[in-house]
């Protein structure tokens, strides 16, 4: 397993941006191997899968977030980002990173960092 750190989450108006990053600890050649995953989970909502990147470089996206949302991961410095643009007020929610084998980090098992609030205001 490996640690995940979150940070970069905020307060934004709506129309603007943010970028989350996720740092991990422990091997780099364990964290090259891991899908990275970013969920959000707002309250009273369950958990979302958000935007996923393999190992590979493969990415998907929540169809809520297409168009506005980028997943990339730098496996020297073993991070994964999220970069958000076009905030809308239905962004708000507490994101999470995740790692794992892509079966299990995609069912919300693996690693998980503690959270970073996103707030969107209207």
């Known amino acids: 397993q490996v640690q995940l750190v979150e940070s970069g989450g905020g307060l934004v108006q709506a129309g603007g941006s943010l970028r989350l990053s996720c740092a991990a600890s422990?091997?780099?050649?364990?964290?090259?191997?891991?899908?990275m995953v970013w969920y959000r989970q707002a309250p009273g909502n369950e958990r979302e899968l958000v935007a996923a990147?393999?190992?590979?470089?493969?990415?998907n996206y929540a169809d809520s977030v297409k168009g506005r949302f980028t997943i990339s991961r730098d496996n020297a410095k073993k991070s994964v980002y999220l970069q958000m643009n076009s905030l809308k007020p239905e962004d708000t929610a507490v994101y999470y990173c995740?790692?794992?084998?892509?079966?299990?980090?995609?069912?919300?098992?693996?690693?998980w960092g503690q959270g970073t609030q996103v707030t969107v205001s209207s």
């Open positions: 990147i393999t190992s590979g470089g493969s990415t």
């Open positions: 995740a790692a794992g084998s892509d079966y299990d980090v995609r069912r919300g098992r693996g690693s």
């Open positions: 422990g091997s780099r050649n364990i964290f090259s191997i891991n899908t």
